[in-house]
Nanobody, 125 residues
Framework: VQLQASGGGLVQPGGSLSLSCENS????????IGWFRQAPGKEREAVSC????????YYSHSVKGRFTISRDNAKNTAYLQMNNLKPEDTAVYFC???????????????????WGRGTLVTVSS
């Protein structure tokens, strides 16, 4: 069982990208969805989380105010809208799902039950 992250690409600094996280084999309705990223030579970093109950959202300090996480349960898809991108946002982005998750420890990768294949985001002029 895997999630699929998509929407990455090459963008100039200050630009925007929208990432999607989909799964066609089970409903994401009862899962918190987290986004993580890993830059070359660096450790995986938690970026954002949206809980399954009322959609509360959480962000890392480095992306707060620039990134927006959302979900559409009817489409079984979660999103990460990334605005005002910076070169330091360059990384492979992964989505993950935590069954019955409330994002209370959303920054802990071990909390998530399923992970998707990542999508590469490159911010460069």
């Amino acid at each position: 069982v895997q999630l699929q992250a998509s929407g990455g690409g090459l963008v100039q600094p200050g630009g925007s990208l929208s990432l999607s996280c989909e799964n066609s084999r089970f409903t994401l309705e009862h899962y918190a969805i987290g986004w993580f990223r890993q830059a070359p030579g660096k450790e995986r970093e938690a970026v954002s989380c949206i809980e399954y109950i009322d959609g509360r959202t959480y962000y890392s300090h480095s992306v707060k105010g620039r990134f927006t996480i959302s979900r559409d349960n009817a489409k079984n898809t979660a999103y990460l809208q990334m605005n005002n991108l910076k070169p330091e946002d360059t990384a492979v982005y992964f989505c993950a799902a935590d069954l019955w998750g409330d994002c209370s420890t959303w920054y802990r990768a071990d909390d998530y039950d399923y992970w998707g294949r990542g999508t590469l985001v490159t911010v460069s002029s």
